[in-house]
């Protein structure tokens, strides 16, 4: 796994627990930490998104939306 695709896994299973625990009610002290820690976290998950080393491809002429996966007649592109 790149560090690119942890920091996503890792930060919204950390977002995913803290909603999960204000729903529940109570844990008041906790959820306020993990509030305070989040911006952090979020911060870090952007910037080593944005820092991902993965090369890729040039678009080509006429590819402007970049669907890798379609077919360009496949798009219904009006």
């Known amino acids: 796994m790149n560090r690119a695709l942890f920091s996503v896994v890792t930060v919204t299973i950390y977002l995913v627990i803290y909603v999960s625990l204000i729903s529940l009610g109570g844990f008041f002290n906790l ?5 305070i820690a989040s ?6 998950m952007v910037l ?4 991902d080393p993965y090369n890729y491809p040039e678009l080509e002429e006429g590819e402007e939306w970049g669907y890798r996966d379609k077919v360009k007649e496949d798009l219904d592109i009006i």
Do not use: A, D, N
């Open 31 to 35: 959820t306020f930490y993990m509030l």
């Open 39 to 44: 911006p952090v976290l979020i911060l870090w």
């Open 48 to 51: 080593t998104v944005l820092k």
